[in-house]
């Protein structure tokens, strides 16, 4: 029950993140939005990439050292990275993914990132309360 992937990870298959950074072309925002839902679909296919969550930047009067409104985030679970990544260039700008002319190509910005420790959940009873 992987939601689409092309095939379920192998056992003992290694994971990483597939970050990926881009901004939509101003004033194509929704045209942008409507295809990234189907190229996260169409980059799932890809055997090793089994799942992916997209976000947009938070309203927030926080300061921001980035200038990318998106970011999906890719899991990847493969015994052979390089392999996964070249059967994924393989399909960019093909009919099987089409890159559309509302992304910002000039701004993307990705990288590919491997645990090098566990995940580490809060423990709610060790909050600390504000005055």
């Known amino acids: 029950m992987n939601s689409g992937a092309a095939e379920e990870p192998t056992v003992g ?8 950074l881009t901004n939509p072309v101003k004033g194509r925002e929704a ?24 976000f947009w930047v938070a309203e927030t009067n926080a300061p921001r050292s980035l200038d ?14 390089d ?8 399909l960019v700008d093909t009919p099987a993914m089409i ?6 190509r000039s701004s993307t910005g990705r990288a590919y990132f491997e645990p090098i420790g566990e995940r580490v959940v809060a423990d709610p009873t060790e909050s600390i309360a504000h005055a």
């Open 31 to 54: 045209e942008f939005n409507d295809w990234y839902e189907t190229h996260v679909r169409d980059t799932l296919k890809v055997p090793g990439i089994v799942a992916a969550q997209r």
């Open 99 to 104: 890159l559309s002319d509302a992304l910002d």
């Open 13 to 20: 298959a290694r994971k990483y993140l597939f970050v990926v």
């Open 83 to 90: 392999d996964c990544l070249q059967r994924l260039r393989g």
């Open 68 to 81: 990318h409104q998106s970011l999906v985030l890719y899991e990847i679970e493969t015994d052979d990275l």
